[in-house]
T-cell receptor, first 117, second 112 residues
């Protein structure tokens, strides 16, 4: 398997622009997670999906952030409008249901480094 | 809910030195425990795990033992290499669904 795939790997945009980050989870995984990582705040969970349904979006910082998972193999995280404080590395991760593995470990993508000028 | 505390870094060692990164947890029951590693410019990847008390997880020369008596899961390596320079995260299930709770991360720097 190719692992979790994210695109783009790097994104530079100007304040006010719309940004869309993309993720393809590992085939067959039940869960998909979006994280944000910054030096100041560390690793933060933004939202997660189970079987394409959003379960917990309490980590989404503002209404400017939205996430969708239209099917089992694709998810997007959108920021509109973007602001400089959104600059961070955004990770997507996927996992099998814990009941199926006994562990619940997550597999991370390489991340998208977002810079908002 | 479940939580994890790990030692703050950075930890700076010379090559071939012994490494210990402390991790303690608070949890209901005996959940699986994980160590993740993040190399520069990459995502987190699972380094090792233990699924029950007294289990020892191991990978790439790293080891960690699930100790319920001390609620700890310390990461150890007998002889570190420059290529081990990375950030290490301790983690455990957060309760609901498949969420994980991560420690704050410990940056390890190994000098030649």
């Amino acid at each position: 398997d190719a692992g979790v795939i994210q695109s783009p790997r790097h994104e530079v945009t100007e304040m006010g622009q719309e940004v869309t980050l993309r993720c393809k989870p590992i085939s067959g995984h039940d869960y998909l997670f979006w994280y944000r990582q910054t030096m100041m705040r560390g690793l933060e969970l933004l939202i997660y999906f189970n079987n394409n349904v959003p379960i917990d979006d309490s980590g989404m910082p503002e209404d400017r952030f939205s996430a969708k998972m239209p099917n089992a193999s694709f998810s997007t995280l959108k920021i509109q409008p973007s602001e400089p404080r959104d600059s961070a590395v955004y990770f997507c991760a996927s996992s099998l249901a814990r009941l199926r593995t006994g562990g619940g470990e997550q597999f991370f993508g390489p991340g998208t480094r977002l810079t908002v000028l | 809910g479940n939580s994890v505390t790990q030692m703050e870094g950075p930890v700076t060692l010379s090559e071939e030195a012994f490494l210990t990164i402390n991790c303690t947890y608070t949890a209901t029951g005996y959940p699986s425990l994980f160590w993740y590693v993040q190399y520069p410019g990459e995502g987190l990847q699972l380094l090792l795990k233990a699924t029950k008390a007294d289990d020892k997880g191991s990978n790439k020369g790293f080891e960690a033992t699930y100790r319920k008596e001390t609620t700890s899961f310390h990461l150890e390596k007998g002889s570190v290499q420059v290529s081990d320079s990375a950030v290490y995260f301790c983690a455990l299930p957060a309760g609901a669904g498949n969420m994980l709770t991560f420690g704050g991360g410990t940056r390890l720097m190994v000098k030649p």
